[in-house]
């Protein structure tokens, strides 16, 4: 079972580069690496998926090392609508109570 | 043109009452899933479907019954409600069932057992 880590929250500035870590130690061969993004009173909404390596779209980049073990969302220049719950994800999508997502991480973005 | 939408929004409701929340994506997407989301923002999977089949089944009770009527709806029927059900509830779909596929999610629905 792929149980996901992540720092419970992290306090940030705008216009700061953000670095939120996922320890995923049991992945499986299978798995993707998902992260969602959770606004108050929303439904989580997808930011970046990866598999290996590096992946990048316009709003993030997804670091993952080899091993695969961990991953890092990195969110660039951070504004106050950044204020946010990231969840990292890690499975298939019929993978069953892989897809449970852990706490999540609660990024708040100061002036 | 709402991708994934949830009704009701709010959903006040007494013990032993019998409740239905609906769900209906316009992607189509040929999987969707129910999740149910706690006070300690826990998003815990309880159900998923794939083109009207059922696929995950996770520990819920059964008083929980989802039925899938076409691939582009997936409701959700609650039996004899407890307390212990208040919590909000999110629909979600994807493409199909595989990895790789991101999940879109609804909006959510705010159950409250009193």
């Known amino acids: 079972l792929a149980k996901t880590t992540q720092p419970i929250s992290m306090d940030s500035y705008e216009g700061q580069e953000v670095n939120i870590t996922c320890s995923h130690n049991n992945i499986a061969t299978n798995d993707y690496i998902t992260w969602y993004q959770q606004f108050p009173s929303q439904g989580p909404r997808f930011i970046i998926q990866?598999?290996?390596t590096k992946v990048t779209n316009e709003v993030a980049s997804l670091f993952i090392p080899a091993d695969r073990k961990s991953s890092t969302l990195s969110l660039p220049r951070v504004s106050l609508s950044d204020t946010a719950v990231y969840y990292c994800?890690?499975?298939?999508?019929?993978?069953?109570?892989?897809?449970?997502f852990g706490g999540g991480t609660r990024l708040m973005v100061k002036p | 043109d709402t991708a994934v939408s949830q009704t009701p929004k709010y959903l006040v409701t007494q013990m032993g009452n019998d409740k239905s929340i609906k769900c209906e994506q316009n992607l189509g997407h040929d999987t969707m899933y129910w999740y149910k989301q706690d006070s300690k923002k826990f998003l815990k999977i309880m159900f998923s479907?794939?083109?009207?089949?059922?696929?995950i089944n996770e520990t819920v009770p059964n008083r929980f019954s989802p039925k899938s009527p076409d691939k582009a709806h997936l409701n959700l029927h609650i039996n004899s409600l407890e307390l212990g059900d208040s919590a909000v509830y999110f629909c979600?779909?994807?493409?199909?069932?595989?990895?790789?596929?991101?999940?879109?999610f609804g909006p959510g629905t705010r159950l409250t057992v009193t």
């Open positions: 979600a779909s994807s493409q199909d069932a595989r990895g790789g596929y991101e999940q879109y």
């Open positions: 479907y794939n083109n009207k089949e059922l696929i």
């Open positions: 994800l890690v499975g298939a999508n019929n993978a069953g109570n892989m897809l449970t």
């Open positions: 990866g598999y290996k």
